[in-house]
């Protein structure tokens, strides 16, 4: 009942909330679908990474440059942000998931850096620190994304593709044996799984989600810059996943429209609204220990039950 609720509403809301709000909440989305990405790693397989704004980088510049330097159309270009991402995952994955607990963090950290310098410094290719920019939003049926209305709608369309497929993974046999590896390792290794296998096929599917959402937000921009990969960045994709609630996919979908609100709002009454968002976040995790939607649904639950 209550994801048909948001699902009218979703539908109804750019004909409520003018051009501004449409475009904070199309922004929500496209973070959404990257928060449910690292909710995959974390929620789902245990694995916390300090550096998943690799991959929403690596699929925004993804988008991007196949545009700009092979010509290649929009829709193609969010196809190859998604296997690009999904490629670099493969790699930095390989080398994370041979390690655990602080040294995993300590090394999705150290790639992340490595790519953002790389877009730091590679100008010819990147624009440097100045980004590139430039490149036209796409056509839906002729209907052109420059319109706020079907922006909009166009992330819709992906954050709702991307919360079915991320539950059918989570779902299956395979999410079941994530669940598995996130409770103990090592009575599932025991038990003949390869958890270096599932956790780099976690890690996979992790980024190519991410990289999807970095190319959306490269349409919805049309400019990207590096810091896009920045640690920054990766804080606050796991800002929005604890602030909604790990392991809920919705929860981290939540986390991340709270997170975008309470910034426009704070940050247009004090130049110190990090400081005031961190105060905010501190008692949210003290008082909200499952998240937002994690109180959300207990609170519900005691009412059904009275």
């Given at each position: ?20 709000g449409t475009g904070l909440i199309t922004e ?279």
């Open positions: 009942m209550g994801e048909f609720v948001f699902f009218l509403l979703a539908l109804a809301w750019p004909f409520l909330a003018g051009s501004y929500a989305l496209i973070f959404a679908i990257a928060a449910m990405s690292l909710d995959l790693l974390m929620g789902y397989s245990g694995l916390v990474s300090f550096g998943h704004a690799a991959f929403f980088g690596v699929g925004a510049y993804a988008l991007a440059l196949s545009g700009m330097k092979l010509g290649l159309n929009p829709w193609l270009g969010i196809l190859v942000a998604v296997m690009t991402s999904a490629l670099a995952a493969l790699i930095i994955g390989y080398f994370c998931v041979r390690v655990s607990g602080v040294a995993f963090i300590m090394l999705t950290l150290a790639f992340a850096q490595l790519l953002y310098s790389a877009a730091v410094k590679w100008r010819g290719i990147t624009g440097g620190s100045d980004g590139i920019g430039g490149f036209d939003r796409p056509q839906i049926a002729g209907l052109s994304l420059n319109d706020p209305i079907y922006m909009y709608f166009a992330c819709l369309l992906g954050f709702v593709l991307s919360l079915w497929l991320l539950r059918r993974i989570i779902n299956s046999q395979f999410g079941h044996a994530l669940v598995g590896l996130r409770e103990n390792e090592t009575r599932m290794r025991a038990l003949g799984f390869s958890t270096d296998r599932l956790k780099l096929c976690a890690f996979v599917l992790s980024g190519a989600f991410a990289g999807f959402a970095g190319a959306l937000y490269a349409i919805y921009n049309s400019f990207i810059s590096p810091d896009a990969l920045s640690f920054a960045q990766s804080g606050m994709f796991l800002l929005m996943v604890v602030l909604g609630g790990v392991g809920s996919l919705l929860g981290p979908a939540i986390g991340a429209a709270i997170f975008l609100l309470m910034k426009q709002f704070v940050s247009s009454h004090t130049e110190h609204w990090l400081a005031i968002v961190g105060i905010i976040f501190v008692c949210c995790v003290m008082f909200f220990r499952s998240g937002v939607y994690g109180f959300l649904k207990q609170w519900l639950e005691r009412g059904a039950r009275t």
